[in-house]
């Protein structure tokens, strides 16, 4: 990718050198810059002036704290980010198509390839992320397209069944006790086109991300005769934990902070990893094409991809990071992610989220599904 630079970026003279240091956090900033010569840090701040105004991050609800960002934070102390949110990522693109100026955003690894090929984003410049290396080169390949890092990747979850060991005696380790007819009523199911995707894994087909028509008929089939046993088809988390802690349901697909949340309830509970394999989503971080930031955004992601960041993430939301050096503090939470497994996230043990080359025929079908 041509490195980004504005026209006005020039050698500052020392006075100039000063003013700028004073007005963008004097000595912190330039400790944040670290070591190095004068001259490199008097051109690490001439792209800060130059790079004027805040961040602007598109990104999820939750994201925003600073505690997921504290390196860039004490890199640039005076230009806080600032954040609008995202739904999913059909939502983010059609703010960007409608004009919102992303610096950053936030999408999971099964939609690369359509903001890529949106025209609203651009690669990554590898050798600008320090701690790239860090993390784990599989999630790293998947951000990969055409040649070049589109995607950096950050946070990442299983998706599997958690239900209450009192209520619930599964008749096999499947995503199949999600079906079963004994616990109608109590079964939440996720309000997504990755259920049909599920159904697919449980009938057995090859491709369930890129399933035929015949099989997608068959997997839709599966879903309609079984929907009347959910109680729910959950979007909000916070719904679905508050349906699960008071009782109204028992069975529910979800996320690994969800059993974190459920335990801190003193719920007896357990988060199954079917013999279908586990599916996962990994989330990440892609450039604006338009970005007016570029060096920001890359010192924002790196800020997102630190040892540090990641603990936070894990320790506090219950969720993986891609920093392979990264470990929870909870020892349950780190059986549960399964840190100390090599292959945790490798198939036929984990289906990570992809693209869907036919993603709105599965949303409409899906669509029906609800109707039904």
């Not at 954040?83 to 999408?107: C, I, S, Y």
């Not at 719904?239 to 007896?268: N, R, T």
């Amino acid at each position: 990718m041509r490195e980004t630079r504005d026209p006005g970026e020039r050698r500052l003279e020392r006075s100039e050198f000063l003013k700028l240091a004073a007005a963008t956090g004097g000595a912190g900033l330039l400790a944040g810059l670290g070591a190095g010569t004068a001259e490199a840090r008097i051109a690490a701040l001439s792209k800060l002036g130059a790079e004027s105004g805040r961040l602007q991050v598109l990104d999820w609800v939750g994201y925003e704290v600073p505690q997921l960002w504290t390196q860039y934070a004490k890199l640039y102390p005076s230009e806080k980010p600032q954040f609008t949110f995202m739904t999913n990522e059909a939502n983010a693109l059609g703010k960007m198509h409608a004009g919102f100026k992303a610096d950053v955003v936030h999408p999971c690894v099964g939609w690369v390839k359509d903001f890529a090929d949106s025209g609203l984003v651009q690669p990554w410049t590898p050798s600008k992320l320090k701690n790239l290396l860090s993390l784990n080169p599989s999630m790293v390949k998947a951000g990969q397209y055409k040649g070049k890092q589109w995607w950096i990747p950050a946070d990442w979850g299983f998706d599997k069944i958690l239900y209450r060991t009192d209520k619930v005696k599964p008749k096999e380790r499947s995503y199949n006790l999600l079906f079963d007819d004994r616990y109608g009523g109590k079964i939440a199911w996720f309000d997504d086109i990755n259920q049909l995707v599920l159904a697919g894994y449980v009938l057995g087909f090859k491709k369930p991300y890129d399933q035929t028509d015949a099989e997608l008929k068959q997997s839709q089939k599966l879903l309609i005769s079984k929907k009347h046993l959910a109680r729910m088809l959950w979007s909000s988390e916070t719904d679905m934990q508050a349906a699960f802690a008071s009782g109204d349901i028992w069975i529910a697909y979800a996320w690994p902070a969800d059993w974190v949340a459920m335990k801190a309830k003193k719920l007896p509970v357990a988060y199954m990893t079917p013999k279908e394999g586990a599916i996962s989503w990994i989330c990440g971080l892609m450039l604006g094409k338009d970005s007016s930031r570029v060096d920001h955004a890359h010192a924002y992601a790196d800020a997102w991809s630190s040892r540090q960041s990641a603990q936070w993430l894990e320790d506090n939301y219950a969720y993986g990071h891609a920093n392979t050096k990264a470990r929870p503090k909870d020892a349950n939470l780190a059986k549960v992610l399964e840190v100390a497994n090599p292959n945790a996230l490798k198939e036929p043990h984990t289906h990570i989220d992809r693209y869907y080359r036919r993603r709105s025929l599965y949303a409409k079908l899906w669509d029906e599904v609800k109707a039904s």
